[in-house]
């Protein structure tokens, strides 16, 4: 069964830090682009970041995140982090993960409209002012 499992979410205050896993299983990891988005309520859902688990490791970053935000992954545990530094009241959502199978990710796979093969259950982040 696959499964993506975030956590790390929380609540902090604004300018602080927190960092997000998503720990996946049933798949075999390689070769997959891993992003991360994030849903506000009555808002659209939000690409933040998307890292490839192959070998280039090519990442990509919504604007809004560029320089405070940072992706990375460990292959061997399966796990992909969202590291979140200077955190702003604006940045308070529900956090997934989702996968697919890319042998390239390209930067697209943030586009809100991408179809990803699997989702996690998401994590909540709240940032107060």
């Known amino acids: 069964e696959v499964q993506l499992v975030e956590s790390g979410g929380g609540l902090v205050q604004a300018g602080g830090s927190l960092r997000l896993s998503c720990v996946a299983s049933?798949?075999?990891?390689?070769?997959?682009?891993i992003a991360w988005f994030r849903q506000a309520p009555g808002k659209e859902r939000e690409g933040v970041s998307v890292?490839?688990?192959?070998?280039?490791?090519?990442?990509y970053y919504a604007d809004s995140v560029r320089g405070r935000f940072t992706i990375s992954s460990d292959n061997a545990k399966k796990t992909v982090y969202l590291q979140m530094n200077n955190l702003k009241p604006e940045d308070t959502a529900v956090y997934y993960c989702?996968?697919?199978?890319?042998?390239?990710?390209?930067?697209?796979?943030?586009?809100?409209?991408?179809?990803?093969?699997?989702w996690g259950q998401g994590t909540q982040v709240t940032v107060s002012s």
């Open positions: 890292i490839s688990t192959g070998v280039d490791g090519t990442v």
């Open positions: 049933g798949f075999t990891f390689g070769d997959y682009a």
């Open positions: 989702a996968a697919e199978r890319a042998f390239l990710v390209v930067r697209s796979h943030l586009s809100s409209k991408y179809e990803y093969d699997y």
